[in-house]
């Protein structure tokens, strides 16, 4: 299995957490990387009933869990599109299987200190359309993780 880079080795082991004063507000949002749509719909929306919002590309939402700021189903297309600006995800990064958002206040001093801590960004400091800011990454286990600043959650 191909690894990518997250943190330089000399960082690894060293200490849980990302640094002290990097704050973790909340969970803005977590939920499955889906390659096929219509069997993630059936297994989200209609085997466990869940509500969602649909918003254009197939995009599945709900703010209604309790747990976390937003759920969604996000289309491998639609995250290749914001990492990398086109639809297909690069062979030599691997796929991620979810997406994890945490809010902070200063998503430029994060995404600096994990910079100084190795990892490598995919995103860096990017202002959505909807408001929110975002640096993204991929973790050690293959999760695309990002640091954000979401103004319509606070």
Known sequence: MM???WCAPQ???????LSHWIEVLFVAGFGPIVRDRAASRRLYGQSLGIRFTEEE?????????PGAKSFALWPLDQAAQSCFGQDAWPEDIPIPQAWLE???????KATAELESQGCKMLV?????????????????????VGITYTPSLR
């Open 124 to 144: 860096k400091n990017k202002k959505e359309p909807w408001g929110q800011t975002v640096s993204r990454f991929i973790d050690p286990d293959g999760l695309l």
């Open 11 to 17: 960082h690894r082991g060293k200490a849980y957490g």
């Open 57 to 65: 590309g197939e995009y599945l939402h709900t703010e209604g869990l």
């Open 102 to 108: 945490f809010d902070v206040d200063d998503v430029e």
């Open 3 to 5: 690894r990518w880079p």
